[in-house]
């Protein structure tokens, strides 16, 4: 292979490399955000095409690409309790697209304003399309010439067929009633009639506006001979849509039919909306059963909607006429437990986070757990379907929602040492309230703001009052007393009160066979020796009280259990046996089985129970192929897995609390009903067997397998990831594969062209031929760097490293001895005659990966610190890029200081967004008036500089360069004195263009330093 032909990774599509990323870390299903991703992709888009300098056209042309690769990472998943193919649906067709309506009508905002103030105005419905609008045509159009991106998941196949068949119908003058193309039979058209990912793009611009049906004309859009093909008459079967808006009720067919279509328009959502709230009472169960349906999952174009709908018949109004002493939600208890149970799959739940209306969504559950967590049992609901449910299980469908909106799952340590005041923030239910109340209150005052709007039906509207927990004094009180669990041991049961006649009769349930038998058992911090009641009759009497209540009471009784099992009292099989009979009397309760369990693990008080076979179960039927397969996954890492040695006279052991959960969650059956509650202690079961030294979580993981072994590959890519939980070197290593395989600069042959692909990889999974393989570091990266402790040692490391990329990108990435080689070979380049263009591409890439992995580790405040702190640390610190290399020649200092330079760009506008409209721009005048403070005082040699002189005038040049050309406004923003010390440092390097380059963007204030040099200039 030539020299040239080494340096790879430069394609065009790695200039969209941190969308590729960002995509990618949004599909973590162990993260809800309280942020929209169409708000954090939009400023991202806006930020990459400024810095890059391209044209929309390629901007959105490359996002799309970057969507479907994502959806191609996805396309034959490895099963498990993780968001799936729906998830990654919604952010292409749905998130993608809103990104881009954003985007475009930001732009034809401005163009309607602008006319409105000229004399000579058009109607506004007579505007001409703003130029992003035309080249998002042009982008769609080239997109078709990436067919091998273009397929279709097998389960949406269908759907695209029926959008190229549409589109061919158009064509050939046919109609179909109402467009209720879903109705038609495929088997009328030609079998050649195949649609792919690129008709559902064009299917959902069209439905947000944002192209017209010409879009079905494009040159190759369908197959023309298709055309020819379709019948002159097609016989169509009215669809359920169509009967709904014609005025069928809604019957229990027609709500069949309704589940598994989605809706195609906001009309259609909006009647079944005005079902719910005017319906009978079963016509409002089956519009809450429709809306939780295929519209929500793949109803792309209505989407968010149906999401805010949702949450609107979560939040049910007063009746004008209610005069009851209790809550008017009881009456709501059907309506309320339907929607619960309809939102709570994991991707229902990851489709709220990606739209941004968690928050929303928390404040509406609170209530609910409020006035059902209050509630005494004596009554339950009988659904038309001949279910019954009591307020236990409306109050558990709530709760176990509501604490998984936040990262309740994390294991106590991590909550105590995480470093990052903005992501411990985020680990509370008050956090969530605080951001849906900033959301509401500032809504519709900016224009962006008002464009939105107009997507939204006028049937929603949500009261801008605030709301604190102070409103909800029992979820409050139970908050508190979860993290008093955290914090310290139990205390407090006294003797007597009710708190400890819940705990006896809760023990008296759970190990009521042994209470048969035996010395009953009873709270061990109580001090009692028998039981408090004359029976089990008197449990269920004793247990008719509050969820809130039990939930109280079950930490004192699962540090009994557990106490009764360390000490022989109780049976490894008897401890899990009562464990599930306390979930099944309230589901509820499995949050704080997952919350004192962890705390336990983490004050190592009990001793570690021995997975043998005999008391509790065994790994050794699979333990050593899960490690091979951990092994195999990250064989291209370079990072050594730890040797699982047990066996023999060394077996398998995990902490008691983290014993007694994996027993616990194996004893649930895998059905619909309990899916929601394993999404809940299956999230803790995995994150505190992370947290546990090795090998706790490959014995976990081989434990589920040998329950479920679908899931198989799914666990052992969650056990790979522990490797990095408490290994800093490894998570380097990780680190430095990232940089390696995007730069194309190792010697794998996987990796050896660089770019996206050998970054990320095909996901993972075994959906390949041959099994488990080698995952992209990049995969692995983003779903372990929420566990990595030390967040701020991660921006000096990915600092270190880029500058270690550049020395190499600077030799091609050649090893030294063959560099040697290749120097005093006859036609070998030397090595100051590497393309300086190339490398500069290269160099930008790494700087683009860099500023992509700190922002992603740690958000703004991460970019924050390294633009005051470390950046500055690095500049005075004496080290060079050349001393550090052995390497001759300037080329080196001048690529790193480049590097740096887009480096912190990229690292700012991923952070800030180019414009003002994030929350995260307002800290932006401080944290770039420091850094750039920083660069003043050491032109004016106020400080001392210790790196490469090369390096550090690249870096100023670079860096005031990008700045003042991708984001000029900032410089308003900034203190004058500081930008004329910049300026005037410039101009003694002979920079003048950009000395007053730099003045010239500064405002009124730095007006008169820019007519003086423009003075002196000429002078």
Same mark, same amino acid.
């Given at each position: 292979?030539?020299?040239?032909?080494?340096?790879?990774?430069?394609?065009?599509?790695?200039?969209?490399?941190?969308?590729?990323?960002?995509?990618?870390?949004?599909?973590?299903?162990?993260?809800?955000?309280?942020?929209?991703?169409?708000?954090?992709?939009?400023?991202?888009?806006?930020?990459?095409?400024?810095?890059?300098?391209?044209?929309?056209?390629?901007?959105?042309?490359?996002?799309?690409?970057?969507?479907?690769?994502?959806?191609?990472?996805?396309?034959?998943?490895?099963?498990?309790?993780?968001?799936?193919?729906?998830?990654?649906?919604?952010?292409?067709?749905?998130?993608?697209?809103?990104?881009?309506?954003?985007?475009?009508?930001?732009?034809?905002?401005?163009?309607?304003?602008?006319?409105?103030?000229?004399?000579?105005?058009?109607?506004?419905?007579?505007?001409?399309?703003?130029?992003?609008?035309?080249?998002?045509?042009?982008?769609?159009?080239?997109?078709?010439?990436?067919?091998?991106?273009?397929?279709?998941?097998?389960?949406?196949?269908?759907?695209?067929?029926?959008?190229?068949?549409?589109?061919?119908?158009?064509?050939?003058?046919?109609?179909?009633?109402?467009?209720?193309?879903?109705?038609?039979?495929?088997?009328?058209?030609?079998?050649?009639?195949?649609?792919?990912?690129?008709?559902?793009?064009?299917?959902?611009?069209?439905?947000?506006?944002?192209?017209?049906?010409?879009?079905?004309?494009?040159?190759?859009?369908?197959?023309?001979?298709?055309?020819?093909?379709?019948?002159?008459?097609?016989?169509?079967?009215?669809?359920?849509?169509?009967?709904?808006?014609?005025?069928?009720?809604?019957?229990?067919?027609?709500?069949?039919?309704?589940?598994?279509?989605?809706?195609?328009?906001?009309?259609?959502?909006?009647?079944?909306?005005?079902?719910?709230?005017?319906?009978?009472?079963?016509?409002?169960?089956?519009?809450?059963?429709?809306?939780?349906?295929?519209?929500?999952?793949?109803?792309?174009?209505?989407?968010?909607?149906?999401?805010?709908?949702?949450?609107?018949?979560?939040?049910?109004?007063?009746?004008?006429?209610?005069?009851?002493?209790?809550?008017?939600?009881?009456?709501?208890?059907?309506?309320?437990?339907?929607?619960?149970?309809?939102?709570?799959?994991?991707?229902?739940?990851?489709?709220?986070?990606?739209?941004?209306?968690?928050?929303?969504?928390?404040?509406?559950?609170?209530?609910?757990?409020?006035?059902?967590?209050?509630?005494?049992?004596?009554?339950?609901?009988?659904?038309?379907?001949?279910?019954?449910?009591?307020?236990?299980?409306?109050?558990?469908?709530?709760?176990?929602?509501?604490?998984?909106?936040?990262?309740?799952?994390?294991?106590?340590?991590?909550?105590?040492?995480?470093?990052?005041?903005?992501?411990?923030?985020?680990?509370?239910?008050?956090?969530?309230?605080?951001?849906?109340?900033?959301?509401?209150?500032?809504?519709?005052?900016?224009?962006?703001?008002?464009?939105?709007? *107009?997507?939204?039906?006028?049937?929603?509207?949500?009261?801008?009052?605030?709301?604190?927990?102070?409103?909800?004094? *029992?979820?409050?009180?139970?908050?508190?007393?979860?993290?008093?669990?955290?914090?310290?041991?139990?205390?407090?049961?006294?003797?007597?009160?009710?708190?400890?006649?819940?705990?006896?009769?809760?023990?008296?349930?759970?190990?009521?066979?042994?209470?048969?038998?035996?010395?009953?058992?009873?709270?061990?911090?109580?001090?009692?020796?028998?039981?408090?009641?004359?029976?089990?009759?008197?449990?269920?009497? @004793?247990?008719?009280?509050?969820?809130?209540?039990?939930?109280?009471?079950?930490?004192?009784?699962?540090?009994?259990?557990?106490?009764?099992?360390?000490?022989?009292?109780?049976?490894?099989?008897?401890?899990?046996?009562?464990?599930?009979?306390?979930?099944?009397?309230?589901?509820?309760?499995?949050?704080?089985?997952?919350?004192?369990?962890?705390?336990?693990?983490?004050?190592?008080?009990?001793?570690?129970?021995?997975?043998?076979?005999?008391?509790?179960?065994?790994?050794?039927?699979?333990?050593?192929?899960?490690?091979?397969?951990?092994?195999?996954?990250?064989?291209?890492?370079?990072?050594?897995?730890?040797?699982?040695?047990?066996?023999?006279?060394?077996?398998?052991?995990?902490?008691?609390?983290?014993?007694?959960?994996?027993?616990?969650?194996?004893?649930?059956?895998?059905?619909?009903?309990?899916?929601?509650?394993?999404?809940?202690?299956?999230?803790?079961?995995?994150?505190?067997?992370?947290?546990?030294?090795?090998?706790?979580?490959?014995?976990?993981?081989?434990?589920?397998?040998?329950?479920?072994?679908?899931?198989?590959?799914?666990?052992?890519?969650?056990?790979?990831?522990?490797?990095?939980?408490?290994?800093?070197?490894?998570?380097?290593?990780?680190?430095?594969?990232?940089?390696?395989?995007?730069?194309?600069?190792?010697?794998?042959?996987?990796?050896?062209?660089?770019?996206?692909?050998?970054?990320?990889?095909?996901?993972?999974?075994?959906?390949?031929?041959?099994?488990?393989?080698?995952?992209?570091?990049?995969?692995?990266?983003?779903?372990?760097?929420?566990?990595?402790?030390?967040?701020?040692?991660? @921006?000096?490391?990915?600092?270190?490293?880029?500058?270690?990329?550049?020395?190499?990108?600077?030799?091609?990435?050649?090893?030294?001895? @063959?560099?040697?080689?290749?120097?005093?070979?006859?036609?070998?380049?030397?090595?100051?005659?590497?393309?300086?263009?190339?490398?500069?591409?290269?160099?930008?890439?790494?700087?683009?990966?860099?500023?992509?992995?700190?922002?992603?580790?740690?958000?703004?405040?991460?970019?924050?610190?390294?633009?005051?702190?470390?950046?500055?640390?690095?500049?005075?610190?004496?080290?060079?890029?050349?001393?550090?290399?052995?390497?001759?020649?300037?080329?080196?200092?001048?690529?790193?200081?480049?590097?740096?330079?887009?480096?912190?760009?990229?690292?700012?506008?991923?952070?800030?967004?180019?414009?003002?409209?994030?929350?995260?721009? *307002? @800290?932006?005048?401080?944290?770039?008036?420091?850094?750039?403070?920083?660069?003043?005082?050491?032109?004016?040699?106020?400080?001392?500089?210790?790196?490469?002189?090369?390096?550090?005038?690249?870096?100023?040049?670079?860096?005031?360069?990008?700045?003042?050309?991708?984001?000029?406004?900032?410089?308003?923003?900034?203190?004058?004195?500081?930008?004329?010390?910049?300026?005037?440092?410039?101009?003694?390097?002979?920079?003048?263009?950009?000395?007053?380059?730099?003045?010239?963007?500064?405002?009124?204030?730095?007006?008169?330093?820019?007519?003086?040099?423009?003075?002196?200039?000429?002078?």
């Amino acid at each position: 292979m030539s020299l040239a032909g080494q340096c790879n990774g430069t394609s065009r599509s790695a200039l969209w490399l941190p969308i590729d990323l960002f995509l990618e870390d949004a599909m973590d299903g162990t993260q809800v955000a309280a942020t929209s991703a169409v708000e954090i992709l939009t400023g991202l888009v806006k930020a990459l095409q400024v810095v890059n300098g391209t044209t929309w056209h390629d901007t959105f042309l490359g996002l799309w690409i970057a969507a479907l690769r994502l959806l191609q990472r996805e396309r034959d998943p490895s099963e498990g309790p993780v968001p799936r193919i729906d998830s990654s649906l919604c952010m292409v067709l749905s998130v993608t697209t809103l990104t881009v309506a954003d985007i475009i009508e930001e732009e034809e905002s401005e163009l309607i304003d602008e006319t409105e103030q000229s004399p000579s105005n058009l109607p506004k419905d007579k505007q001409a399309p703003g130029r992003r609008r035309k080249d998002l045509v042009t982008s769609l159009q080239l997109l078709g010439d990436f067919e091998d991106m273009l397929t279709p998941p097998p389960f949406v196949r269908s759907i695209a067929n029926q959008a190229a068949a549409k589109a061919i119908m158009f064509i050939s003058g046919l109609t179909v009633g109402n467009g209720y193309y879903e109705s038609v039979s495929m088997n009328g058209l030609a079998t050649s009639c195949l649609g792919n990912m690129r008709h559902l793009i064009v299917e959902a611009c069209i439905a947000r506006n944002l192209l017209d049906t010409s879009a079905y004309l494009w040159p190759g859009y369908v197959n023309a001979s298709d055309s020819n093909q379709v019948p002159c008459s097609i016989a169509t079967q009215m669809s359920g849509w169509s009967s709904l808006m014609k005025g069928s009720p809604l019957t229990p067919s027609l709500t069949n039919a309704l589940v598994v279509t989605p809706a195609s328009s906001l009309a259609e959502i909006e009647k079944v909306y005005e079902i719910a709230v005017n319906g009978s009472d079963d016509e409002k169960i089956c519009a809450a059963t429709v809306l939780c349906g295929a519209s929500l999952v793949r109803g792309w174009s209505v989407q968010e909607n149906t999401i805010l709908f949702i949450i609107k018949l979560l939040s049910p109004p007063v009746p004008a006429d209610y005069s009851g002493s209790e809550s008017h939600l009881i009456g709501y208890a059907a309506l309320l437990n339907t929607l619960l149970v309809g939102i709570s799959s994991v991707d229902c739940i990851q489709i709220f986070s990606l739209h941004g209306w968690v928050p929303l969504l928390a404040a509406a559950l609170m209530p609910i757990c409020e006035v059902f967590g209050s509630s005494i049992p004596n009554a339950s609901w009988t659904l038309s379907s001949g279910e019954e449910f009591s307020c236990y299980a409306v109050f558990s469908n709530a709760f176990t929602i509501l604490v998984r909106l936040w990262r309740f799952h994390k294991p106590p340590l991590e909550q105590l040492t995480v470093d990052m005041p903005l992501v411990a923030s985020q680990l509370s239910p008050e956090y969530l309230l605080l951001v849906r109340n900033s959301k509401l209150a500032s809504f519709g005052t900016s224009p962006k703001d008002q464009m939105k709007s *107009k997507r939204f039906s006028k049937n929603i509207k949500f009261s801008t009052d605030p709301i604190f927990m102070d409103s909800f004094p *029992k979820l409050k009180r139970w908050y508190r007393q979860n993290e008093e669990c955290i914090a310290s041991t139990l205390t407090g049961l006294v003797h007597g009160t009710s708190v400890h006649l819940i705990v006896d009769a809760l023990l008296t349930k759970m190990f009521r066979k042994i209470n048969r038998s035996g010395t009953p058992l009873t709270s061990a911090t109580s001090g009692s020796t028998n039981s408090s009641g004359s029976g089990l009759e008197d449990v269920s009497i @004793k247990l008719k009280v509050p969820a809130w209540d039990i939930l109280e009471a079950t930490p004192f009784v699962l540090d009994a259990a557990l106490a009764a099992c360390a000490h022989g009292r109780l049976s490894p099989r008897e401890l899990a046996t009562g464990l599930k009979e306390l979930s099944d009397c309230l589901p509820a309760t499995l949050a704080t089985v997952v919350s004192y369990f962890s705390a336990e693990v983490t004050r190592g008080l009990w001793k570690p129970a021995f997975m043998n076979g005999t008391d509790w179960p065994s790994p050794a039927t699979n333990l050593s192929s899960i490690e091979q397969q951990i092994k195999k996954i990250l064989a291209a890492t370079g990072v050594d897995v730890p040797t699982v040695a047990v066996g023999g006279n060394s077996p398998a052991t995990l902490p008691l609390p983290l014993a007694a959960l994996v027993s616990l969650t194996i004893t649930f059956k895998l059905d619909k009903a309990s899916d929601r509650f394993l999404a809940l202690v299956g999230l803790g079961l995995s994150s505190l067997a992370s947290s546990c030294p090795w090998p706790c979580m490959p014995i976990v993981a081989s434990l589920w397998a040998q329950k479920v072994k679908r899931w198989n590959d799914f666990l052992v890519f969650s056990a790979s990831g522990t490797v990095f939980h408490y290994n800093t070197d490894a998570v380097v290593q990780l680190l430095k594969s990232c940089f390696t395989s995007t730069l194309g600069l190792t010697s794998s042959h996987n990796y050896s062209n660089g770019g996206v692909g050998a970054l990320l990889g095909h996901g993972f999974g075994s959906h390949f031929s041959g099994g488990i393989s080698p995952v992209g570091p990049g995969i692995l990266y983003l779903r372990v760097h929420r566990s990595v402790r030390d967040v701020m040692f991660m @921006k000096e490391e990915i600092l270190s490293i880029l500058m270690h990329c550049v020395r190499d990108i600077a030799s091609c990435g050649l090893p030294r001895e @063959k560099l040697e080689k290749l120097k005093k070979t006859k036609h070998g380049m030397r090595y100051g005659q590497v393309s300086l263009a190339a490398a500069m591409t290269r160099a930008k890439l790494a700087a683009s990966l860099g500023a992509s992995l700190v922002w992603i580790s740690g958000g703004s405040s991460l970019v924050h610190s390294l633009l005051t702190e470390t950046l500055p640390s690095w500049f005075i610190s004496v080290h060079g890029l050349v001393q550090e290399g052995g390497e001759s020649g300037c080329m080196v200092g001048m690529l790193g200081g480049y590097a740096l330079a887009y480096f912190a760009v990229f690292c700012a506008t991923f952070a800030w967004g180019v414009d003002s409209e994030s929350r995260a721009s *307002k @800290k932006r005048p401080t944290v770039l008036g420091t850094h750039l403070e920083f660069l003043a005082s050491a032109l004016d040699r106020k400080i001392s500089v210790g790196c490469d002189c090369a390096t550090w005038r690249a870096y100023v040049s670079g860096f005031v360069t990008l700045i003042v050309g991708c984001t000029p406004t900032w410089m308003l923003e900034i203190n004058v004195d500081a930008l004329k010390r910049l300026s005037k440092g410039l101009r003694q390097w002979d920079e003048e263009e950009l000395a007053l380059t730099l003045l010239g963007v500064g405002g009124v204030g730095a007006m008169g330093a820019a007519a003086q040099l423009i003075v002196e200039s000429k002078i």
